[in-house]
């Protein structure tokens, strides 16, 4: 069993800073992709950050210079530090990562969400 878990997410004023973090536990071997996605009400999910096990990152233009991705690979975590927040990055945030269990299958995992509020 693999399972990831958020934490973070709450209310903040546009301009403020949150800072998710997700940790992926059970019998796992190895982990490559980690990143971040997003779901506004009535929008589709969408990528806001990933970084592979290598360390590189790559990130939605919205977030661009306002977010960063980093990941700490002994301790099965990555986080999400955003910076002046808008009333627009206001979504649910799911941590997901590809995840190689101690029985060699490769899934695709994803965490339940974080709900994130930007909003004075």
């Known amino acids: 069993q693999v399972q990831l878990v958020e934490s973070g997410g709450g209310l903040v004023q546009p301009g403020g800073s949150l800072r998710l973090s997700c940790a992926a536990s059970?019998?796992?071997?190895?982990?490559?992709?980690m990143g971040w996605y997003r779901q506004a009400p009535g929008k589709q999910r969408e990528l806001v950050a990933i970084?592979?096990?290598?360390?590189?990152?790559n990130y939605a233009d919205s977030v661009k210079g306002r977010f960063a991705i980093s990941r700490d690979n002994a301790k099965n975590t990555v986080d999400l530090q955003m910076n002046s927040l808008k009333p627009e990055d206001t979504a649910v945030y799911y941590c997901?990562?590809?995840?190689?269990?101690?029985?060699?299958?490769?899934?695709?995992?994803w965490g339940r969400g974080t709900q994130v509020t930007v909003s004075s």
């Open positions: 970084t592979t096990s290598s360390g590189s990152t």
């Open positions: 997901n990562a590809r995840i190689t269990s101690r029985d060699y299958i490769t899934l695709n995992y």
């Open positions: 059970g019998s796992i071997f190895s982990i490559n992709d």
